[in-house]
């Protein structure tokens, strides 16, 4: 079955470490998204991409990084310069406007504690 | 710019009551709407959407939405919840004015008291 698969599920980091989230999916969308959820906050926008090796800034980009050397894979580095990087993110894909508006796949999360 | 807001941060509701669980957007323009459940710990599954044509939509596990162009609204009903309802229910609309990226409503919890 088609679908996204982020990994790991939970991962625990020590302040001033770089750590790398995984998203893969197969699902043969070209667009891939990055979300953050705190609690009581709803989704914010990390970083999107559209297309193979390119992707923009979202909202609260700071202190992350991402890269889009595949069409399936789309992963997300917190990097030391985040300050709060605790809370749950979740990785999405769609097939890119205006083609289609359908909504876009999760996957299952990524819960990152700093420890 | 475009904006969706969820009125009720939390929805307490007897087992097999109805509910219904609002959402309002702003746009000018021509609108797809959605309705999205997270239960705990997981990512979000697609209740429904609305992308055109009759105004009431039918989505899984009973769900259904109305849209009303004229209020603007997409609110989400089901006419008896269950337990396994308890969730986080998040409304997202897409359109031109946000080049079809989904714009999200900060969610409303769904509590189901037995």
């Known amino acids: 079955d088609g679908g996204i698969t982020q990994s790991p599920k939970y991962l625990f980091r020590k302040e001033g470490q770089n750590v790398t989230l995984s998203c893969e999916q197969n699902?043969?969308?070209?667009?891939m998204y990055w979300y953050r959820q705190d609690p009581g906050q709803g989704l914010r926008l990390i970083y999107y991409?559209?297309?193979?090796?390119?992707?923009q800034k979202g909202d609260i980009a700071e202190g992350y990084s991402v890269s889009r050397e595949k069409k399936e894979s789309f992963p997300l580095t917190v990097t030391s310069a985040q300050k709060n990087p605790t809370a749950f993110y979740l990785c999405?894909?769609?097939?890119?406007?205006?083609?289609?508006?359908?909504?876009?796949?999760f996957g299952s999360g990524t819960r990152l504690t700093v420890v | 710019a475009q904006s969706v807001t969820q009125l009720d941060s939390q929805v307490p509701v007897f087992e097999e009551a109805p509910v219904e669980l609002r959402c309002n957007y702003s746009s000018s323009v021509s609108v797809y709407l959605f309705w999205y459940v997270q239960y705990p710990n997981q990512g979000l599954q697609l209740l429904l959407k609305?992308?055109?044509?009759s105004t009431l939509v039918k989505g899984i596990n009973g769900f259904e939405a109305e849209f009303n162009k004229s209020q603007t609204s997409f609110h989400l009903r089901k006419p008896s919840v269950h337990i396994s309802d308890t969730a986080e229910y998040f409304c997202a609309v897409s359109s031109m004015d946000s080049n079809y990226q989904l714009i999200w409503g900060a969610g409303t919890k769904l509590i189901i008291k037995p």
């Open positions: 699902l043969n969308h070209d667009a």
């Open positions: 999405a894909s769609s097939i890119p406007p205006p083609s289609g508006v359908y909504g876009y796949t």
């Open positions: 991409s559209q297309i193979v090796n390119d992707f």
């Open positions: 609305y992308l055109s044509g």
